[in-house]
């Protein structure tokens, strides 16, 4: 089993930053592939973004590719999502997942373990 607990949101202004934390408890994250998802009032959730357990692949949602970069710190067993440029459309809850079959899938990936979330509100 994989705790992923989430933190860092919050309110900020359009074109401000965050960053998002992902700790992970109860199993390693060193050999899971990770993402991060995100769920906007009245819409379904949606792909972030991923990393895979090896850290050499990742894979970006169209609007989020070169504004935000997915990471990992392997000995803190947490995972990160920096966000810059942050537009009004990017509030949402923001949760992480944990897959853990080991090809790496990006958004297709079978993401087993979730977190509870985290609001970010981007003001104008």
């Known amino acids: 089993q994989v705790q992923l607990v989430e933190s860092g949101g919050g309110l900020v202004q359009a074109g401000g930053s965050l960053r998002l934390s992902c700790a992970a408890s109860g199993r390693t994250v060193s050999r899971l592939n990770m993402a991060w998802f995100r769920q906007a009032p009245g819409k379904e959730r949606e792909f972030v973004a991923a990393?895979?357990?090896?850290?050499?692949?990742?894979s970006y949602a169209d609007s989020v590719k070169g504004r935000f970069t997915i990471s990992r710190d392997n000995p803190r067993n947490t995972v990160y999502l920096q966000m810059n440029s942050l537009q009004l459309e990017d509030t949402a809850v923001y949760y992480c997942?944990?897959?853990?079959?080991?090809?790496?899938?990006?958004?297709?990936?079978?993401?087993?373990?979730w977190g509870q979330g985290t609001q970010v509100t981007v003001s104008s």
């Open positions: 997942a944990a897959d853990s079959v080991s090809v790496f899938r990006g958004s297709r990936g079978t993401y087993d373990y």
């Open positions: 990393l895979s357990w090896t850290g050499v692949a990742t």
